[in-house]
């Protein structure tokens, strides 16, 4: 019924850039806030960026001034660009939508949905 698929990420160079995608598609009505999570190994996921529906941003401390999240509502589309990547920054990262779409049996129902993940990888 709704579906998130991820886009972008890969292996860099510290210091280097990545953006990542993520589309949702699917019988949905609207999209409030969408966001970006990571988990590196033998870690908790953790949030690294969020918008509102409105546009509002949150951001991880640990990445304050280096990544931008942003979102195109008409293409139910999130993206984070990050720049200035660290080792540190190695993780799956995965999108996150919380949004209301409709069932298969035509009920309205409100959903939050994962992407499947993405590896980025920086290199020191």
């Known amino acids: 019924q709704v579906q998130l698929v991820e886009s972008g990420g890969g292996l860099v160079q510290a210091g280097g850039s990545l953006r990542l995608s993520c589309a949702a598609s699917g019988s949905i009505l609207s999209i409030n806030a969408m966001g970006w999570y990571r988990q590196a190994p033998g870690k908790q996921r953790e949030l690294v960026a969020a918008i509102s529906s409105g546009g509002s941003t949150n951001y991880a401390d640990s990445v304050k001034g280096r990544f931008t999240i942003s979102r195109d509502n008409a293409k139910n589309t999130v993206y984070l660009q990050m720049n200035s990547l660290k080792p540190e920054d190695t993780a799956v990262y995965y999108c996150?939508?919380?949004?209301?779409?409709?069932?298969?049996?035509?009920?309205?129902?409100?959903?939050?949905?994962w992407g499947q993940g993405t590896q980025v990888t920086v290199s020191s």
């Open positions: 996150n939508a919380d949004l209301v779409f409709r069932s298969l049996d035509y009920v309205v129902r409100p959903g939050d949905y």
